[in-house]
C-alpha cells in the first residue's frame, strides 16, 4: 500500500504539475494533491488506527498555511509587475500618438509617472524625460565627432611624421613665416587692435571677439607681407587676457605682436592714426601704406552703432569706411565685419591695392554682385535696388510703368 501512494505521488509531481504551471493551475492542482495524499494517509490511518478521529481545525490550518506559501509568491509580485506593463503600454500608445514621449525609461521613472496627479503632469514629467534624452544623444553624438576628428588628426600627424619630406616641409614653413613675422616688428607697417571695449560686450561676445583675433593672428603670420600687429589698451588679468592665455595656452608668450596697456594716441603721432568704422561719413579711397589703421576689437549681436565713432571723435582722429556700397550690390545685413574678414581685405589691399579682390572676403549673402561701373553715383544704385525689391514682390507695378514710360520719353524727345 505504501509502495502504492509514492508511485502515484511521483506520478503527479514528475507530468501534471509541470502542465499545470505551464497552464496557470498551480492552486487547483496543488489543492488536488494535499487532498489525495490526506485521503491517502487517513485510509492508511483508519487501515492500522481505526479508532483514532480527524481533527478538522488542524487540517484546516496546514492547508491555509501552505496555500499562503505557495501562492503569495506567484500573486503579489505580478501586481506591480501588470501595473508596470499598463503603464508601458499606455507610453507606446502615447508614442504612436506623436506625443513627446522617452523612447527609453527605467521603473523607477515608471513609478513616478504613475504617482503623477493628473494628466498633465504625467504629460510635463514625460516631455522633461524626452529632452533630457535629447541632450543626453546630442551631447553624445558631440562627443564622438570630437573623437573622430581627434583621431583624424592623430592619423594625419603620424603620416606626416611617416612622410620626411612633408614633415621638413611644413617645419621650414613654420619658420620661414615666423622670420616673416620677426621683420614686420622692425620694418613692417603697424596695425593697431583697439582692446578697450570690455565693458561693451557679454562674456559670450567677447569669447567671439577672442577667436576672431586668433584667426586673424594666422591669417596675417602666413602673408607674404604681414603687418605689425599691436593690441593696445590691453590690461592684465582682463576677460581678453583670459580667453586668450585658453585660446594659445603656452604659445601666448611666444608670439611676435606686441602687446600693451598704452593708448595708441601715446605710442604714434596723432596725425598717421585712422580709426575704420562702418559708422564714419568719410569713405577710404586708397589703401595708404604710410598711415597706422586702427580696427576695433568689438564683436555685438545686438549691432552698437556709432560706439567706435564715438570714441575716435572723443581722441580727435581721422576717421574711414570701406567703400561697400561703390563696388557692391548691397542687399540684406548690417555692414559691420568680423575681424578676420577686415585682415583679409586690409592684407589685398596692402599686396594688391585691388578693391574687386579685397571686398570678395565679403560674406556673399550680404551682397547681389559687384558693380560693373565704380563712377556710378550710389544714389543711382540704391534706386535700381529698390526698383529689383518691388518687383520681386509684386507692388507698385503701375507706378514703375509710368516712370520707365517717362525714362523713355525723355531719352526719345532727347535723340
Known sequence: MQSANTLLRKILRSSVLPFATQHRMRKDLFLFSRTLSLSLSLKQ??????SEKLDLDAWKKVMKSGLQEEVSETVSEPKELSSLASAREILEMWRLAGRLVPENISEEQLKTFMECPSKSAKKKYLKYLHLKEL?????????????????????????????????LQSHMMDKTYNWRVAQSMIFGQPLVFDMSYEKEMSGQEITNTVRQLVMSEGCNRRSVDPFHIHFCNFKDD??????????????????????????????????????LTADSPKVMKTFDHDKIYIVGSLVDKSIKTGVSLARAKRLQLETAALPLDKYL??????KNLTLDQMMHILLTLKDTADWK??????PKRKYCGFVNKPDKPVKELKKTLDLMKTLKLGK??????????KNYSKKYKLK
Request: hydrophobic share 30%; with cysteine.
Open 135 to 167: 541632450y543626453k544623444k546630442s551631447r553624445m553624438d558631440k562627443k564622438r565627432e570630437r573623437r573622430l576628428e581627434a583621431q583624424d588628426q592623430a592619423s594625419k600627424t603620424n603620416e606626416t611624421k611617416k612622410n620626411s619630406f612633408i614633415y
Open 396 to 405: 507698385g507695378r503701375e507706378d514703375l510703368q509710368k516712370q520707365v514710360a
Open 45 to 50: 490511518d483508519k487501515s492500522c488506527e481505526p
Open 329 to 334: 550690390l548691397w542687399s540684406t545685413g548690417a
Open 238 to 275: 582682463s576677460l581678453y587676457h583670459r580667453e586668450f592665455i585658453k585660446q594659445y595656452r603656452e604659445a601666448w608668450g611666444k608670439l611676435l605682436i606686441t602687446v600693451t596697456d598704452q593708448c595708441y594716441t601715446e605710442i604714434f603721432p596723432k596725425d598717421k592714426l585712422i580709426y
Open 357 to 362: 579682390k579685397a571686398l570678395e572676403f565679403v
